[in-house]
């Protein structure tokens, strides 16, 4: 099987544990855009900020939300 580039198959992998919390509320109160959502985006290639709001509209409110999606973003494409 052949992987797309930054395309991650198991994204929960890369998480610690404190990340792993609280999947099915929002992460972007603001837009309504749940956790595992920008989780997934991030999993299928967004590697940036604006990528994730493209894909999600996390972060398309106040951004009270971009530290956290930063964060995932680490996380999920960080070198093994």
Same mark, same amino acid.
Request: glycine residues 4%; positive net charge.
């Given at each position: 099987m052949?992987? !797309?580039p #930054?395309?991650?198959?198991?994204?929960l992998?890369? +998480?610690p544990?404190?990340l792993? *919390? #609280? +999947?099915?509320?929002n992460?972007c109160v603001c837009n309504? &855009?749940?956790? /595992?959502d920008?989780? #997934?985006?991030?999993a299928n290639?967004? !590697?940036?900020v /604006?990528? &994730?709001?493209? *894909? !999600?509209f996390? !972060?398309?409110?106040n951004?009270c939300?971009t530290? *956290? &999606?930063?964060?995932?973003?680490?996380?999920?494409?960080?070198?093994?």
């Amino acid at each position: 099987m052949k992987l !797309t580039p #930054n395309i991650v198959p198991n994204p929960l992998d890369k +998480l610690p544990e404190v990340l792993k *919390q #609280n +999947l099915k509320r929002n992460l972007c109160v603001c837009n309504e &855009v749940k956790k /595992m959502d920008v989780i #997934n985006a991030i999993a299928n290639g967004a !590697t940036t900020v /604006m990528k &994730v709001r493209e *894909q !999600t509209f996390a !972060t398309g409110g106040n951004g009270c939300c971009t530290r *956290q &999606v930063e964060r995932l973003i680490e996380c999920i494409h960080a070198s093994d």
